[in-house]
């Protein structure tokens, strides 16, 4: 059941309207423009639900799923707790009822939409493998604990669990986000939850509304008092435990108990707003008798920071998620991510948030990637307001691909204990937003902060762009001092830009800390006094970003052919880290063999390892470009950077392999480790719609074609099965199949500014030709302008 409920492609349906939301988009040949036009239709869906729009049951899962051997219904109207509960006509009425000892093990529990439950009791079947979800057309069943009840749903020790297409709320009477004296200890909303138990694997919680739960802010540290409504000391079992959606382990019965994990979690295409203390939680238990389950305290840099008692969750996937604590006082973290690893935060949006928009602590091997982080603030005592941080013994921390804009800090990067981390192709825009209560000659706040005195950090090829004036700002810094004395930070290849005269935005010098390759320019910007290889150049962006742009702006920051930071970069690699090098751009531009300065890298350069068939005026040849090892002069307080030797990382693509493209699951089917298809050798099964990216074709031992993936596996070529998501021959006529529709663009890049006409569901139009575009195609419309060659999105008339 794990891979039925991941990386597919969902068609939500609120207020009447069908948003397209795409999954499984981050492999290595994943395009800005797929990832730009989810994050634009997440956002209108989110906006249009937190500001009053009701969310509705689409038409497709209007019906019952077939997976499961009893189906039972409850109507809060017309049922009956005396009925069978098993057809629409013979439903049951209350949760209590369905609380009520049946065993609900492959069975699927369904609300009838457009009914409301309240005042609980909490929803809390019984049972392995099963679904909560509804029935019917209309808006979400409402579930609404009005601070009665500490949990609306709660799952307890059971695992392989679906919930989805429900209004779930818990607000205290009275609660309006200000007052803190209405809040109620511990609330949640849907609370899964375990203990002794080993490990409780595959859930999937998609297409839900989870809103307004009203709980206290239980912080661990802290000193002083506390404002009302929050509180200190509570220590790591005790704190930031209240909120929207959270996963957490119970104390377990007995000192010697084995600990608990969760494993092969997807939370995604949800909408999470106004909920305290945090949006979306997974924690860990501290453990009995110092077993140390959630931390990671014994970890050094010799044993790999390899803790013998920590017991992480893993595959965690985080994905598609519009989070909004803007309305509340009290609702901080949007994400926060404890004691895991291997797992994936991708494709959300956070507003609002009070203390960090996504949060990782006691993690290892977390990839944070395409994310729309903004507007974190302090709130309720709390000290930070940052939009990422990887917090307290966080290690390979990989920080891709986000826009980051309107915080505290940018990123901050704790220094607690230990800490590594890669920040890369990020673009962070006017962060460092002043504290309330912020006075003149206070130390400001920073882009990138480098908190503490430790961590091991390479920030390198991001594009730091500040349009505003502040007291007091700078890109990369740190209120106790740049004092890491224990490893070091990798300031590499990035982009410092401003549009204002002032602050003096100028990273600080600090200890352990090395700056080599980055550009300064605008306003009092200039590279660092003994800096090796600085520019001090016009980047020559193709555009510039307003004062309010969306992900899908960002590609305003595309450099010219011509621009004076092509080249200009170094080779990174990564020592000591289990991370790998990037091998695209923000944009998905293979990075050449000397890379550029900042996010982007030109149209025309070549990709590491091959030779481009004509050199550009504006590429600078590799025996200019200094390395790492080779900038003797690099700024550093206390030691150099001959530790970063040169990338050698990047391969050319194999020559039996093919231009990739993507496919697309018509039905379900398996994924295999080899292209000889047994039992033995499947890896996992594919969910219709789920998007593939297809390298090469290859042949079984029998003869038969199978298509290899980018993750190295196999799938069948059979077209009953899978098919080309673009359109890759033309045909004369298609339709528009997006019950949201679609734009029409006037060039072949998909920028808001470049929209030309919008074409609703069911519009008939007439193409001229089929352009290829990276792994994707654009349809050339008989009026000139261009349209999506997507199959999810248009299809044959």
């Known amino acids: 059941m794990r891979s039925k409920w991941r990386l597919c492609v969902l068609t939500v349906v609120f207020f009447g309207i069908s948003f397209l939301i795409g999954a499984n988009r981050a492999s290595a040949n994943t395009t800005f423009q797929d990832e730009s036009a989810a994050l634009s239709l997440l956002n209108q869906k989110g906006q249009a639900i937190v500001n009053g729009t009701t969310p509705k049951v689409s038409d497709s899962n209007s019906t019952p799923s077939s997976d499961y051997s009893t189906t039972y219904y409850i109507d809060s109207i017309n049922g009956n707790d005396n009925n069978s509960g098993k057809s629409p006509n013979d439903a049951w009425k209350t949760i209590r009822r369905v609380n009520s000892g049946t065993d609900f093990t492959n069975d699927q529990i369904l609300f009838r939409a457009g009914d409301y439950w309240s005042d609980g009791p909490t929803l809390s079947p019984k049972g392995h493998h099963f ?74 919680l998609h297409d839900l509304y989870v809103h307004d739960v009203t709980g206290t802010v239980a912080w661990i540290n802290g000193s002083g008092k506390a404002p009302e409504g929050a ?39 949800n909408v999470v707003n106004d909920n305290s203390y945090g949006g979306i939680t997974i924690k860990q238990h501290e453990g009995k008798a110092d077993h140390a389950w959630a931390s990671r305290d014994d970890g050094t840099e010799e044993n790999g920071y390899q803790s013998k008692n920590w017991a992480p ?43 960090v928009g996504i949060e990782m602590y006691y993690c290892d091997h977390i990839t944070v990637q395409f994310n729309d982080v903004s507007g974190a603030v302090r709130k309720a ?17 990989l920080v891709q691909y986000n826009y980051i804009h309107g915080n505290g800090d940018g990123i901050l990067l704790c220094g607690f204990g230990y800490g590594t981390s890669v920040i890369r192709y990020n673009v962070l825009k006017d962060n460092a937003v002043p504290i309330p209560g912020y006075q003149k000659g206070q130390a400001g706040i920073y882009y990138v902060d480098l908190f503490g005195d430790s961590g091991k950090h390479y920030i390198y090829n991001n594009d730091f762009y500040n349009t505003r004036q502040y007291p007091k700002a700078t890109f990369i810094g740190s209120a106790p001092g740049m004092n890491n004395t224990k490893d070091h930070a990798f300031v590499f290849n990035n982009n410092f830009f401003s549009t204002q005269d002032s602050p003096d935005l100028n990273p600080l010098v600090g200890r352990r800390v090395s700056y080599s390759h980055n550009n300064y320019f605008g306003g009092p910007l200039k590279p660092l006094d003994g800096e090796a290889n600085a520019l001090k150049d016009d980047p020559m962006f193709k555009g510039q970003l307003d004062t309010n742009p969306q992900f899908e702006d960002l590609a305003a920051l595309k450099i010219a052919n011509n621009s004076p930071l092509i080249g200009k970069g170094t080779a990174m690699e990564l020592t000591g880290l289990n991370v790998a090098v990037a091998t695209e ?22 990709p590491a390892g091959t030779t481009p068939s004509s050199t550009s005026s504006s590429s600078t040849p590799s025996s ?20 970063v030797p040169v990338d050698k990382s990047n391969r050319p693509m194999a020559k039996n392999r093919m231009a990739p493209f993507k496919v697309f699951a018509r039905e379900h089917f398996y994924e295999y480790r080899k292209p000889t298809f047994k039992v033995t050798n499947r890896a996992k099964k594919v969910s219709k719609h789920t998007i593939l990216i297809v390298v090469s074709v290859t042949k079984s031992a029998n003869g038969f074609r199978r298509y290899q993936l980018s993750n190295g596996r196999f799938i069948t070529t059979n077209s009953k099965f899978v098919k080309r998501l673009y359109f890759a021959t033309k045909v004369s006529k298609l339709k528009v199949i ?16 470049n929209r030309m006409k919008f074409y609703k569901y069911g519009s008939v139009l007439h193409i001229r030709k089929v352009v290829r575009y990276g792994l994707t195609t654009r349809l050339k419309l008989s009026n000139g302008s261009y349209i999506t060659g997507n199959r999810l999105f248009i299809d044959h008339y």
Not at 149 to 163: A, L
Not at 318 to 333: G, H, L, P, V
Request: hydrophobic residues 25%; aromatic residues 6%; glycine residues 10%.
């Open 738 to 753: 997006n019950h949201s529709g679609i734009f029409s663009y006037h060039s072949l890049k998909f920028l808001r500014q």
């Open 231 to 269: 509180s200190y000391q509570n220590g790591w079992n005790g704190s930031k435990d209240s909120g929207g959606i959270i996963f957490d382990i119970q104390t377990p019965s007995r000192p010697d108990s084995k600990p608990t994990v969760f494993r092969d979690v997807t939370i995604s295409d």
């Open 313 to 355: 969750h893993s595959n965690i996937t985080i994905k598609n998620n519009y989070i909004d604590q803007s309305k509340s006082d009290f609702a901080c973290d949007g994400i926060y991510l404890t004691s895991s690893k291997d797992s994936k935060i991708q494709g959300n949006i956070t507003k609002g948030t009070g203390t």
């Open 381 to 397: 005592g709390g000290g930070d307001s940052a939009g990422i941080d990887p917090d307290r013994e966080t290690t390979n921390m």
């Open 585 to 606: 751009d923000l944009f998905g531009v293979p990075i050449s063999t000397n890379p550029s300065i900042g996010v982007s890298e030109p149209m025309n350069v070549a």
């Open 131 to 204: 679904k909560i979800s509804s029935y019917g057309t209309g808006e979400y069943p409402k579930l609404a604990g009005n601070g009665l009840i500490q949990d609306v749903i709660r799952i307890n020790n059971e695992d392989h669990v679906e919930i989805s297409n429900l209004d779930v709320s818990n607000t205290v009477s009275g609660a309006n986000g200000k007052d803190g004296t209405k809040l109620k200890a511990d609330l949640k909303g849907i609370h899964i939850t375990g203990a002794d138990q080993g490990t409780l694997s595959n859930y999937y």
């Open 624 to 643: 200019s470009v200094a390395t790492p090892a080779q900038s003797s002069s690099t700024i550093s307080s206390s030691s150099s950077i001959s530790s």
